[in-house]
């Protein structure tokens, strides 16, 4: 049976990707499309975004879709996760005595703030270095001040467990927040928090892994106000060294989905973007410790609404149940897309209307994200989504989920081309498995 379903939707995908440029650009790309480098880099090495890819990948990739020798680029990324897109674009237009426009959209409030402060450091550079200083002094102050006060802790479970959070250092990261918010003004505040943001997982016996943050009681916590003052040292030489941007930009706390009433009037010269895989992993729970010290929610239902605002690629809530391909023109080619994926669902158990979901409600975003798209691109211009695909299902049933295959089918049907499937990595996979375990970069042009 497993054999059988994984054939069965090899075939299936290779008639689709039988029309398709494919090459295996592994050995190029295969640090790229991880976050290999960033964590000697100035600005992108504030906080370890898993997810995130190689500050180097835009660079090749202008170069390898033949954008390099325009002189000023617009380039947006409606999936901005660490904002990695944007400040790459900054610097590589810049090496080149070009400026870059930049434009990005995320969903989740801890990681766009993550962006958002990235790219203020960025475009402001040594300008803010001084009064971030100053800040620091106001708020090492506040922090004294707040000495004896307690102060509530958030609403989360996880916060609360002594296991994980020894108390009294819970109340210092809330102490820290406090001073930030008392001495920190609106040009440096994200700064700041990033840099509080940075401290949760160093300072419990939570560590963060692919999917989940797991338990380590063996794991020392260190104490937030001196990893804090470690963390700002390090932020304020990257701000030092940094020149001010000629580009500008912005991130937007906001929806994919909706990208194209976001940058209202803009055009761009390239798109780039990483979405969700439909992997199972949910953001809003992996980034949630963070985003609750910093304020983001107020209560358990504010997370859970952060969560069904995300794009639908794990099951892990259940989402809305509208389907805008349904009543599109393209529906009929939707389904002969993704009806043989959705019948290798193992039926019977209890996971099995919540992977059919994840398989339906994927389609329906992305083919949104890519309508959404081929309206802001200019005639000329390129997209680039980086994305993997992934193995479900257990035992005798298992089946791929082909996102590289299925986003580039759905490109066609929105207006798009697709001009080449560059593989990047080839994921582990045993005998016999798929040959459609990997993680691809898949390039389009308007038609
Ligand atoms: C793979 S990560 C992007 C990482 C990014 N390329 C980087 O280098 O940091 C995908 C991002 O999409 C965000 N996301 C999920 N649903 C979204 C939505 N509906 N609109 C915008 N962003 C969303 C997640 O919060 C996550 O940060």
């Avoid at 958030?154 to 930030?180: C, V, W």
């Avoid at 003052?229 to 000629?246: C, F, G, Q, Y």
Wanted: charged content about 25%; glycine content about 6%; some cysteine.
């Amino acid at each position: 049976m497993a054999i059988r379903s994984v054939e069965t939707l090899d075939r299936h995908y290779s008639a689709f990707e039988g029309n398709w440029k494919v090459a295996d650009c592994s050995a190029e790309y295969g640090r790229l499309v991880v976050p290999h480098g960033n964590s000697e880099e100035p600005l992108y090495r504030w906080f370890h975004l898993k997810e995130a890819f190689s500050s180097r990948l835009l660079d090749r990739l202008l170069h390898d879709v033949g954008l390099s020798v325009k002189a000023n680029l617009a380039i947006a990324d409606p999936f901005a996760g660490s904002g990695t897109t944007l400040l790459s674009g900054i610097s590589a237009c810049e090496r080149n005595g070009h400026r870059a426009h930049v434009f990005g959209v995320e969903r989740n409030p801890f990681i766009w703030e993550l962006s958002h402060a990235k790219l203020q450091a960025r475009i402001l550079g040594n300008s803010i270095a001084g009064s971030f200083a100053a800040e620091l002094e106001k708020i090492k102050k506040f922090y004294e001040d707040f000495k004896y006060d307690t102060f509530v802790i958030p609403g989360l479970s996880t916060l609360k467990n002594e296991k994980y959070f020894p108390a009294q250092y819970m109340q210092d990261l809330l102490r820290i927040r406090h001073a930030i918010d008392a001495g920190a003004t609106q040009e440096t505040r994200s700064i700041f928090r990033v840099c509080l943001a940075s401290c949760v997982e160093p300072s419990s016996r939570l560590r963060r892994d692919g999917r989940a943050l797991r338990f380590e009681p063996s794991r020392d916590p260190k104490l937030p106000w001196e990893i804090f003052l470690d963390r700002v040292d390090l932020v304020r030489r990257d701000l030092e060294s940094t020149k001010p941007a000629a580009s500008g930009g912005e991130v937007v706390l906001g929806d994919a989905r909706q990208v194209s009433s976001l940058a209202t009037e803009q055009e761009f010269d390239l798109i780039l973007f990483s979405p969700p895989y439909p992997n199972n992993i949910d953001y809003t729970e992996i980034y949630k410790t963070e985003a609750w010290v910093l304020g983001c929610y107020e209560s358990e239902a504010e997370m859970k609404a952060q969560r069904q605002r995300t794009v639908r690629s794990h099951p892990s809530v259940r989402f809305s149940q509208e389907f805008v391909y349904l009543n599109s023109a393209v529906a009929a080619d939707v389904h002969s897309l993704i009806d043989p994926v959705v019948s290798c669902v193992p039926v019977g158990d209890r996971y099995s209307e919540g992977r059919k979901e994840v398989i339906i409600g994927y389609a329906d975003d992305m083919l949104r994200v890519l309508v959404e798209c081929r309206r802001i691109i200019r005639e000329d211009g390129r997209l680039v989504f980086v994305v993997g695909n992934s193995l479900h299902g257990s035992g005798d049933s298992k089946y791929v989920i082909a996102a590289d295959v299925i986003m580039g089918r759905l490109a066609e049907l929105s207006g798009w081309r697709v001009s080449e499937v560059k593989i990047a990595r080839m994921l582990k996979r045993r005998a016999g498995e798929s040959a459609f375990l990997r993680e691809s970069l898949v390039i389009l042009e308007p038609v």
